[in-house]
């Protein structure tokens, strides 16, 4: 699996121009809680829950996640000398050991003590990828803090990475941003092709957890996701939106200038997300 960074749709208003990006990330696990204090992104991940206990230990003893950049230890939250010869070796076996110990729990907690995968799962995930689906209008703070000789390495190779892939991407005016519809699906109707999106965007993958492309599994998940529990799952919500025009006045409370702005929409700016078109949430 290893790190990847890929963008999935890349749109831009046609009224004001602001740029909204849908990007899949694969990174490992033990850099995930970094990422989460980004609060400008919209975000879903694979969930640890969600996946086969036995397909998971499988995942990290064929592809275990590994640091970057094995450094020295000092004081301080970085470090700027990485190990070298035989501590370097010895690093990385012990990384690896940890994980054969690990696997093993994990082995007796499933299948003989016969432990939901909820719970056995966890002591896996210092070795695990993650995959996580993300929308943004606004990056600037994540690169400059990300993008730095002082972030943490692995997070630092994610940000060089997605920084090259959002470049390398050419953006469209659109209406309305709608990840995961494949080209065989643009003639469908507005509304399906939401409700498909959204469901997409919760797995994060056009595909369902069988592997298979089904239009009347996304349409059943988006209605549980919609009322589960009474109040609905909304995060998924938020990668679906529509362009607008609409302007707003804001106070600089800096200097007490105020100024005219395309409006803010949850964390997007110039752009609505179907989280807020839904009963129960408010602009």
């Not at 000789?149 to 469209?172: C, G, T, V, Y």
Request: net charge positive; aromatic share 10%; proline share 4%.
């Amino acid at each position: 699996m290893s790190f990847s960074a890929k963008v999935i749709l890349d749109s831009v208003n046609p009224h004001n121009g602001i740029r909204l990006i849908t990007s899949e990330l694969t990174y490992p696990r033990f850099i995930h809680a970094e990422f989460m204090t980004h609060r400008m992104f919209s975000r879903n991940a694979a969930s640890s829950r969600a996946i086969p206990s036995k397909k998971m230990i499988g995942m990290v003893k064929n592809d275990p996640a590994m640091p970057v950049y094995w450094g020295k230890n000092r004081s301080g939250m970085s470090s700027n000398e990485e190990l070298q010869g035989d501590r370097l070796i010895m690093a990385r076996d012990h990384w690896l050991s940890a994980r054969d110990v690990m696997v093993g729990y994990a082995k007796d907690l499933t299948i003989s003590m016969k432990l939901h995968k909820q719970i056995a799962n966890r002591i896996l995930e210092p070795w695990k990828y993650i995959t996580v689906i993300c929308t943004a209008t606004q990056y600037s703070n994540f690169f400059a803090l990300r993008d730095h000789k002082d972030a943490q390495p692995e997070i630092a190779h994610l940000a060089r990475l997605w920084k090259m892939a959002q470049f390398n991407s050419i953006p469209r005016e659109r209406d309305w941003h709608i990840p995961y519809i494949q080209k065989d699906e643009q003639g469908l109707p507005l509304e399906i092709r939401q409700k498909v999106s959204v469901a997409r965007c919760a797995r994060v993958s056009y595909l369902t957890h069988d592997g298979v492309r089904s239009i009347d599994k996304d349409l059943v998940l988006y209605q549980r996701l919609l009322t589960g529990g009474g109040s609905g799952h909304w995060s998924p919500f938020e990668h679906v939106a529509m362009a607008t025009d609409e302007m707003e006045t804001r106070r600089n409370f800096a200097d007490g200038t105020k100024k005219s702005q395309p409006i803010w929409c949850g964390n997007f700016q110039g752009w609505v997300q179907l989280r807020k078109m839904q009963r129960g949430e408010c602009q």
